[in-house]
């Protein structure tokens, strides 16, 4: 069974520029998360889908960023335009369920993001 | 808000030793689950092993073992007879069981292992 899989694995862009990440997840998982990992620092929640729906899009950091789940399959995450803060390693997650039942969540290897 | 704490950016252990990789957290939370994520280099972070709060006995994973101490928001992942595979980041996450299924992680933990 494929995994979690993104793409591109490693962007560089320059500022004011647009870059659209994709994530596909496992096949089935109705869940799909975004995260981002920033030089050296902790990774954080970006938001979550259920399905097309945003269940939870609290760590978005502004409105440069867009995520959509177009069907419920895979999910783009759109930066327009980039700024420099905006460097770092998206990932990308997917579970089967959520709710109260911690399903285990499968990460993507991530989209390195360099904004120049 | 919850917060999970690596304080070791970086830790190496000779191999065939042990080496264990120490994450605090603070939450006002009696019920939650903790989480260790190993990322090797150019691959995927995966599972490594869970801890149900409510659950007193320490989880094990083969080589792979927690110290789960509630009281003291600690929850520290051992690896015994390490192996060359086991070099990678360490993520230690937090989440609770409620209705948002986002985790909190700490900042990582790199591991180095010695031939």
């Known amino acids: 069974e494929a995994g979690v899989t993104q793409f591109p694995s490693h962007s560089v862009i320059e500022k004011g520029q647009t870059v659209t990440l994709r994530c596909d997840p496992i096949?089935?998982?109705?869940?799909l998360y975004w995260y981002r990992r920033v030089m050296g620092k902790e990774i954080k929640f970006l938001l979550h889908?259920?399905?097309?729906?945003?269940?939870?899009e609290s760590g978005m950091p502004n409105n440069r960023f867009l995520a959509e789940r177009t069907g419920g399959t895979y999910s783009t995450l759109k930066v327009q335009p980039a700024e420099l803060e905006d460097s770092g390693v998206y990932f990308c997650?997917?579970?089967?369920?959520?709710?109260?039942?911690?399903?285990?969540?499968?990460f993507g290897p991530g989209t390195r993001l360099t904004v120049t | 808000a919850q917060t999970v704490t690596q304080s070791q950016p970086e830790m190496s252990v000779q191999e065939a030793e042990t080496v264990t990789l120490s994450c605090t957290y603070d939450?006002?939370?009696?019920?939650?689950?903790l989480f260790w994520y190993k990322q090797p280099p150019s691959r995927q972070m995966i599972l490594v092993i869970r801890?149900?709060?409510?659950?007193?006995q320490n989880a094990t994973e083969n080589r792979f073992s927690v110290n789960f101490q509630k009281a003291a928001k600690s929850f520290s992942l051992k690896i015994s007879d390490s192996q060359l595979g086991d070099a990678a980041m360490y993520f230690c996450?937090?989440?609770?069981?409620?209705?948002?299924?986002?985790?909190?992680f700490g900042a990582g933990t790199r591991l180095t292992v010695k031939p």
């Open positions: 997650a997917s579970s089967l369920g959520g709710g109260f039942y911690p399903y285990e969540q499968y």
């Open positions: 096949s089935g998982h109705d869940n």
């Open positions: 889908f259920v399905k097309e729906s945003k269940q939870d």
């Open positions: 939450t006002s939370e009696s019920d939650y689950y």
């Open positions: 801890q149900e709060a409510y659950k007193q």
């Open positions: 996450a937090y989440r609770t069981p409620r209705g948002n299924n986002d985790m909190r």
